[in-house]
């Protein structure tokens, strides 16, 4: 399975204030046909996932952008520009490329 | 409005047998895969199967491949996740998504104690 590797598991961060959180794959997420199926999640406390980012960098409808997606190949970043309360929860990275899908560790985003 | 409603949370004893549900409303059921993900108490996500509704063809993850059955009625749309006989270490919030995850049902909790 490919393992995916989030850093860090814990970021507790001021509001306001930018937060980066780095996943990193152990293997190319480059598909056959050319799409990096590289994405990420939110769970907030008592709540499903909810899709934010597919595709590496495409922000699903509905989500502020203060939230981006970067990267390429192995490795890739999440973004907030500036973190907000209901920023709160566990942010998971997840790979679609290779069979079975995969999910990181999770990075819970706390305020400080 | 798109939607995926799960049946309620269940309680079950050892050895027990269990099917929950995940049923899709709002759109073509049979145009999207329907995957099932575990959640442990207090753990990550991790991806058990997953199953394209037009034709029942299913693909598990080795880790839980043998556990689950994954199955599917297209004519009242609606995704099955099943166990014949559940253990201790079953317990766990199990979540359906659409296709790539880009909608999740709201989440079946099951506990297994005697």
């Known amino acids: 399975d490919v393992v995916m590797t989030q850093s860090p598991l814990s970021l507790p961060v001021t509001l306001g204030q930018p937060a980066s959180i780095s996943c990193r794959s152990s293997?190319?997420?480059?598909?056959?046909?050319?799409?990096?199926?590289l994405n990420w999640f939110q769970q907030r406390p008592g709540q499903s996932p909810r899709r934010l980012i597919y595709?590496?960098?495409n922000r699903d409808s509905g989500v502020p952008d203060r939230f981006s997606g970067s990267g390429s190949g192995t490795d890739f970043t999440l973004k907030i520009s500036r973190v907000e309360a209901e920023d709160v929860g566990v942010y998971y990275c997840m790979q679609g490329t290779h069979w079975p899908w995969t999910f990181g560790q999770g990075t819970k985003v706390e305020i400080k | 409005e798109v939607q995926l409603v799960q049946s309620g949370a269940e309680v079950k004893k050892p050895g027990e047998s269990l099917r929950i549900s995940c049923k899709g409303s709002g759109y073509s059921f049979t145009s999207y895969w329907i995957s099932w993900v575990r959640q442990m108490p207090g753990k990550g996500l991790e991806w058990m199967g997953r199953i394209d509704p037009s034709d029942s063809y299913t693909n598990y993850s080795p880790s839980f491949q043998g556990h689950v059955t994954i199955s599917a009625d297209k004519s009242i749309s609606t995704a099955y996740l099943q166990w014949s006989s559940l253990k201790a270490s079953d317990t766990a919030m199990y979540y359906c998504?659409?296709?790539?995850?880009?909608?999740w049902g709201q989440g079946t909790t099951v506990t297994v104690s005697s």
């Open positions: 998504a659409r296709a790539a995850a880009d909608v």
């Open positions: 595709k590496v960098s």
């Open positions: 293997q190319s997420l480059v598909y056959s046909d050319g799409n990096t199926y």
